[in-house]
């Protein structure tokens, strides 16, 4: 790491940070996200009041209406209002939609060099979050849908970085280049764990949510099979299955592999199915 | 007989190794650490080393790189409480062939064993899962999930035909009245239970509720269906106006079976999935054509399954010598085109076997036979004594 880096990313960190706890990153979703999660604290919410919340948003209402009608919960009548398609999904299934309208929010940008390296990391985002899914599911972890957040959310501070840099760099440079490509790309990987995890606190994420956020590099032996370790499994398994945002070395992967595996009891050969039927589930750059 | 050295420190978990590889017919050799490790392969050639990481003297990493060093590429597990990426990725690095966190259970130590050791299963009686080895104190107790890792599932997963998940328990146990009782069922009332018995079985149809409370069914059938990949999964639905069947397709399904359910669609279901008709009786070497009771469309497979069967038995009556055999119309439907085809190939099959074909029937039948050349000649009956006589 760089001294240049180093001091660049402590500086963006506490931009960030500042930000993010005033509400103040400036997308509009993750506000309204960030509300219906909040009404969706209470467990004797109204839900009057959340479809209010939702309503302030047209593609999150479209999209809420949409899978109450999907095939996975339509029980014979088509919904076309908010009320009844909030009561049909469930709260459970309500967050996890909620966090994942916004954080694809998070990924675009209207500058096409970033829209596009923002593309690799939702990707790989969404591949960790299924397999995360996935192995909760075959460990018997009892929480699968967390798992799915957590995997979501584990990159989402790559972007909101990324988009400050820009900014910055937009601001600052007269038709001279102010960050060359190394420089930047070190100083996302310093400090997009920090804005990840103040982002995810704002949000009033699980604390297990959180700490699979803030470390993605080492497992956690004292828990087993906790949400953080099923991430950390999930993001090396899409990493070798090229559902990677940079070169990866792999037999780092490998060990993250092999580590993971006898640490979750997982199944090694139904872990490479897994992988294998990833891009069959989920093609990369259909999203 | 394939030799194994484990290099551990700790003297409790060399007698564990030792204990579990000699139960499964393997030679076992210890040493305390790296440097004695290397100094028994000065001695000895083993197919096998288990290495912990941390021990006094020389520890497990040092001594995997002198063993590359040298030349010696003998397969290496890492036994380890050691956990951290780095140390792991640079073992990885060196060529180890698997890695195992302590404390274990003897079905992974088994299964990645075996693999290292390229052995697809053991005749030898490996212990059934006793719970973790508390081989560490320090983490000794830390909850290892159900499942052995490193794929050793230990022998063949019993055999289901229809695992049902539906919340509403009623519902398995409506199905259950309406399926013969030769058609084998489970039922769960979760997602949880259904990926558990998932892993412990093999299904042949999965029926998926299309409403399970906080459960996304479209991701758990794609769940389950890693976990059976041959299974047919339908959903449960309830019936409505609305393309239901279209919309679950798309998700994924095969099919759809609505609820409540109707004695037709669950037919209709099994003669999808299940060849549960018995079309065919025998008895001796009288083969009776039982009546057909399904819709219209599906006359053709019960004909092509007559002739399956007809084959069959045809083959088992020539192999205990019969020279004759009785093939009794009486009930099959007047499928003027279909009967003479399948009797055509049945006449040829009876032939190639030195078996005479003798047919027995109504009139009705009698006289779409003998109308066509091809099966005019075929000896035809009015009832089966008349046939046996015949013989």
């Given at each position: 790491m760089s001294a240049a880096g180093e001091k660049l990313a402590a500086e963006l960190e506490k931009i960030l940070l500042k930000r993010v706890t005033a509400g103040k990153l400036g997308l509009p979703s993750m506000a309204t996200a960030g509300r219906c999660l909040e009404i969706l604290r209470d467990p004797d919410y109204k839900s009057s009041k959340l479809v209010e919340a939702i309503e302030s948003e047209p593609m999150l209402a479209l999209r809420i209406i949409a899978e109450a009608n999907s095939a996975a919960l339509n029980s014979g009548v088509r919904i076309a209002t908010l009320e009844p398609a909030v009561a049909r999904i469930g709260a459970q299934r309500l967050k996890t939609i909620f966090v994942e309208h916004a954080a694809e929010e998070v990924f675009r940008s209207s500058d096409r060099k970033l829209a596009d390296a923002n593309r690799k990391v939702w990707e790989h985002s969404i591949a960790v979050a299924i397999l995360a899914r996935d192995i909760a599911a075959v460990i018997n972890n009892p929480e699968p849908d967390a798992c799915y957040v957590a995997g979501l959310l584990h990159d989402i501070g790559k972007p909101v970085v990324g988009a400050t840099l820009l900014a910055i760099d937009q601001k600052t440079r007269q038709g001279q280049k102010w960050l060359d490509l190394p420089l930047w790309l070190e100083v996302i990987d310093l400090s997009h764990r920090k804005v990840a995890v103040a982002i995810a606190t704002e949000w009033r994420m699980p604390a297990d949510v959180i700490s699979a956020i803030r470390d993605c590099s080492d497992y956690d032996s004292t828990n087993r099979a906790s949400i953080a370790n099923v991430v950390r499994l999930a993001n090396a398994v899409a990493k070798r299955e090229g559902y990677a945002t940079h070169t990866v070395d792999v037999d780092d992967v490998e060990a993250m592999i092999m580590v993971g595996t006898s640490m979750l009891g997982a199944d090694n050969s139904l872990l490479t199915k897994l992988g294998t039927t990833l891009r069959q589930r989920f093609p990369a750059g259909a999203h | 007989m394939p030799r194994i050295l484990t290099i551990d420190d700790s003297n409790t978990i060399r007698t564990i190794i030792s204990k579990q590889m000699t139960e499964l017919g393997f030679e076992v050799d210890q040493a305390e650490d790296g440097e004695q490790g290397l100094a028994k392969l000065e001695e000895i050639s083993v197919d096998l080393i288990l290495l912990d990481v941390t021990m006094p003297v020389m520890d497990g990493p040092t001594m995997l790189a002198k063993l590359r060093e040298r030349g010696d590429k003998t397969p290496v597990i890492m036994l380890t409480s050691e956990s951290k990426r780095s140390i792991v990725a640079g073992a990885v690095k060196l060529g180890i062939d698997d890695y195992i966190l302590k404390p274990f259970k003897p079905d992974e130590l088994k299964g990645k064993v075996m693999k290292a050791l390229k052995i697809d299963s053991v005749g030898g009686a490996a212990p059934s899962s006793a719970g973790p080895i508390a081989a560490n104190a320090s983490v000794g107790g830390a909850g290892v999930p159900a499942g052995g890792g490193g794929g050793g599932n230990g022998g063949a997963r019993q055999f289901v035909d229809i695992l049902v998940i539906d919340d509403m328990e009623n519902v398995q146990k409506k199905l259950r009245t309406l399926l013969p009782q030769h058609v084998t069922l489970n039922g769960c009332v979760s997602a949880r239970e259904a990926l558990q018995m998932c892993q412990e079985r093999v299904y042949r149809v999965l029926l998926i509720d299309?409403?399970?409370?906080?459960?996304?069914s479209v991701a758990l059938m794609k769940q389950l269906r890693v976990l059976q990949p041959h299974a047919v999964m339908v959903a449960l639905a309830l019936r409505s106006a609305n393309d239901i069947t279209g919309e679950c397709k798309t998700q994924g399904f095969t099919d759809v079976l609505f609820k409540p359910f109707e004695t037709s669609a669950v037919d209709e279901f099994l003669s999808s999935h299940f060849d549960v008709e018995d079309v065919l009786t025998v008895d001796g070497n009288l083969l009776e054509c039982n009546a057909f009771t399904g819709k219209e469309e599906k006359v053709e497979r019960y004909f092509s399954r007559i002739k399956t069967l007809a084959h069959d038995s045809f083959d088992k009556l020539a192999s205990a010598c019969y020279e004759d055999a009785i093939l009794d119309l009486s009930k099959i439907p007047p499928h003027n085109e279909r009967l003479v085809r399948l009797l055509i190939d049945l006449e040829k099959e009876s032939k190639r076997l030195g078996i005479v074909m003798r047919l027995v029937g109504p009139p009705a039948i009698k006289k779409m036979v003998t109308c066509v050349a091809d099966t005019a000649n075929l000896p035809f009956f009015e009832d089966r004594e008349t046939a046996r006589g015949a013989a």
């Amino acid at each position: 790491m760089s001294a240049a880096g180093e001091k660049l990313a402590a500086e963006l960190e506490k931009i960030l940070l500042k930000r993010v706890t005033a509400g103040k990153l400036g997308l509009p979703s993750m506000a309204t996200a960030g509300r219906c999660l909040e009404i969706l604290r209470d467990p004797d919410y109204k839900s009057s009041k959340l479809v209010e919340a939702i309503e302030s948003e047209p593609m999150l209402a479209l999209r809420i209406i949409a899978e109450a009608n999907s095939a996975a919960l339509n029980s014979g009548v088509r919904i076309a209002t908010l009320e009844p398609a909030v009561a049909r999904i469930g709260a459970q299934r309500l967050k996890t939609i909620f966090v994942e309208h916004a954080a694809e929010e998070v990924f675009r940008s209207s500058d096409r060099k970033l829209a596009d390296a923002n593309r690799k990391v939702w990707e790989h985002s969404i591949a960790v979050a299924i397999l995360a899914r996935d192995i909760a599911a075959v460990i018997n972890n009892p929480e699968p849908d967390a798992c799915y957040v957590a995997g979501l959310l584990h990159d989402i501070g790559k972007p909101v970085v990324g988009a400050t840099l820009l900014a910055i760099d937009q601001k600052t440079r007269q038709g001279q280049k102010w960050l060359d490509l190394p420089l930047w790309l070190e100083v996302i990987d310093l400090s997009h764990r920090k804005v990840a995890v103040a982002i995810a606190t704002e949000w009033r994420m699980p604390a297990d949510v959180i700490s699979a956020i803030r470390d993605c590099s080492d497992y956690d032996s004292t828990n087993r099979a906790s949400i953080a370790n099923v991430v950390r499994l999930a993001n090396a398994v899409a990493k070798r299955e090229g559902y990677a945002t940079h070169t990866v070395d792999v037999d780092d992967v490998e060990a993250m592999i092999m580590v993971g595996t006898s640490m979750l009891g997982a199944d090694n050969s139904l872990l490479t199915k897994l992988g294998t039927t990833l891009r069959q589930r989920f093609p990369a750059g259909a999203h | 007989m394939p030799r194994i050295l484990t290099i551990d420190d700790s003297n409790t978990i060399r007698t564990i190794i030792s204990k579990q590889m000699t139960e499964l017919g393997f030679e076992v050799d210890q040493a305390e650490d790296g440097e004695q490790g290397l100094a028994k392969l000065e001695e000895i050639s083993v197919d096998l080393i288990l290495l912990d990481v941390t021990m006094p003297v020389m520890d497990g990493p040092t001594m995997l790189a002198k063993l590359r060093e040298r030349g010696d590429k003998t397969p290496v597990i890492m036994l380890t409480s050691e956990s951290k990426r780095s140390i792991v990725a640079g073992a990885v690095k060196l060529g180890i062939d698997d890695y195992i966190l302590k404390p274990f259970k003897p079905d992974e130590l088994k299964g990645k064993v075996m693999k290292a050791l390229k052995i697809d299963s053991v005749g030898g009686a490996a212990p059934s899962s006793a719970g973790p080895i508390a081989a560490n104190a320090s983490v000794g107790g830390a909850g290892v999930p159900a499942g052995g890792g490193g794929g050793g599932n230990g022998g063949a997963r019993q055999f289901v035909d229809i695992l049902v998940i539906d919340d509403m328990e009623n519902v398995q146990k409506k199905l259950r009245t309406l399926l013969p009782q030769h058609v084998t069922l489970n039922g769960c009332v979760s997602a949880r239970e259904a990926l558990q018995m998932c892993q412990e079985r093999v299904y042949r149809v999965l029926l998926i509720d299309l409403v399970i409370p906080d459960v996304n069914s479209v991701a758990l059938m794609k769940q389950l269906r890693v976990l059976q990949p041959h299974a047919v999964m339908v959903a449960l639905a309830l019936r409505s106006a609305n393309d239901i069947t279209g919309e679950c397709k798309t998700q994924g399904f095969t099919d759809v079976l609505f609820k409540p359910f109707e004695t037709s669609a669950v037919d209709e279901f099994l003669s999808s999935h299940f060849d549960v008709e018995d079309v065919l009786t025998v008895d001796g070497n009288l083969l009776e054509c039982n009546a057909f009771t399904g819709k219209e469309e599906k006359v053709e497979r019960y004909f092509s399954r007559i002739k399956t069967l007809a084959h069959d038995s045809f083959d088992k009556l020539a192999s205990a010598c019969y020279e004759d055999a009785i093939l009794d119309l009486s009930k099959i439907p007047p499928h003027n085109e279909r009967l003479v085809r399948l009797l055509i190939d049945l006449e040829k099959e009876s032939k190639r076997l030195g078996i005479v074909m003798r047919l027995v029937g109504p009139p009705a039948i009698k006289k779409m036979v003998t109308c066509v050349a091809d099966t005019a000649n075929l000896p035809f009956f009015e009832d089966r004594e008349t046939a046996r006589g015949a013989a």
